[in-house]
């Protein structure tokens, strides 16, 4: 099985706290839509096998019309073998989901709405500069719901400035009341150059510590699971068969193909991304070509993937997988270095698959370094 990653790189106004690459440039979204039925096209056979998920990402790709929406799928469904149950996701940002919208792609072959909402907070969302209010975002997921809509996933996001562990308490239980399929639920990093980075180092807004960020982490897993959300990666969370079979393909090691600027693709062996910049994407494809580069992939590197995304996982790393795939001499590196985590409660093994506890979750990203050959 594989994915399809369909990048759109626009948005009405930046948020503070984004890094992803995008452009507030809605007058080249005609001609983008051409291009992206054009790298699809050119791009044919850069996956062999069927396709189980198709994600439009951003960006914000709720701004394209659901006419827009049905030509991309339409190039998709013509070009590629998709499965009858494949998985269908769209971004949105809930202003842009007024019922008469929802309406028109409930025409198409979506089937899952990932939310945007980040905060039930009205000042929350004034700081990270989001242009909906919390509002429109009850109110968003209700007309999904109305529309027929039935796997619905929203963002959140914890540790913003300001935020404590009652306000927090406070996001959770909004989310649940909403009776939606899966959360989305990230810790506020200040990527560098970002506004919020900036208004940070300014002294205009500071960092949650990390012992706090820590106890909204816990406090969320207790109130997850006390609703019946599944813990099923470090960030996501969902009810019985409602998982991303999109994002778990990233972490299963299965191939994707990224389309659209800064779109990212792996195919096993290799990595290729495409070039950040609108207009020289647009430029390479109207001479019929395709701007990316591309890494080859050494056996320490696809090992060091596999531990990356695999103990963010429920799943965690198969021992019997890694010898499999990376041969006995990793194997026998990986169980050497987790020694020292087992004892400490910080991980656990099963069937022999290893994965971070609750403790370990904390200091997850020192441990998948422990864990990586260099």
Known sequence: MAGIYIHIPFCKQRCTYCDFYTQVAPQYIPTYIDALKQELELRKNYITDSVSSVYFGGGTPSLLSAAQLGEILNSVYSIFSVENDAEITLEANPDDLSEDYLVQISNLRLN???????????????????????????????????????????????????????????????AFE??????????????????????????????????????????????????????????????????????????????????????????????????????????????????????????????????????????????????????????????KSLNQFIPLGQMNVINNRYRLTETGINISNMIISALMKV
């Open 112 to 174: 899952r709405l990932s939310i945007g909402v980040q905060s039930f907070d009205d000042e929350d969302l004034k700081r990270l500069n989001r242009r909906h209010t919390s509002a429109q975002a009850f109110e968003a997921v209700r007309n999904a719901q109305k529309s027929g809509f039935t796997n619905i996933s929203i963002d959140l996001i914890y540790g913003l400035p300001f935020q404590t562990l009652e306000k927090w308490n406070e996001q959770l239980s909004n």
């Open 178 to 335: 909403l009776k939606i399929q899966h959360i989305s639920a990230y810790g506020l990093t200040y990527e560098e150059g970002t506004p919020l980075w900036k208004h940070r180092n300014e002294g205009i807004v500071s960092e949650i510590d990390d012992e706090t960020m820590n106890k909204m982490y816990a406090f969320m897993l207790q109130k997850m699971k006390s609703n019946d959300f599944e813990a099923y990666e470090i960030s996501n969370f969902s009810k019985i068969g409602f998982r991303s079979h999109h994002n778990s393909s990233y972490w299963k090691f299965e191939p994707y193909l990224g389309i659209g600027p800064s779109a990212h693709s792996f195919d096993g062996v290799s990595r290729q991304w495409n070039v950040s910049s609108i207009q020289q994407y647009l430029k390479a494809l109207q001479n019929n070509d395709l701007f990316y580069e591309k890494e080859i992939l050494s056996l320490n590197d696809r090992y060091n993937d596999y531990i990356l995304v695999s103990l963010r996982t429920a799943e965690g790393a198969d021992s019997n997988f890694i010898e499999e795939v990376f041969g006995k001499t990793y194997k026998n590196f990986f169980l």
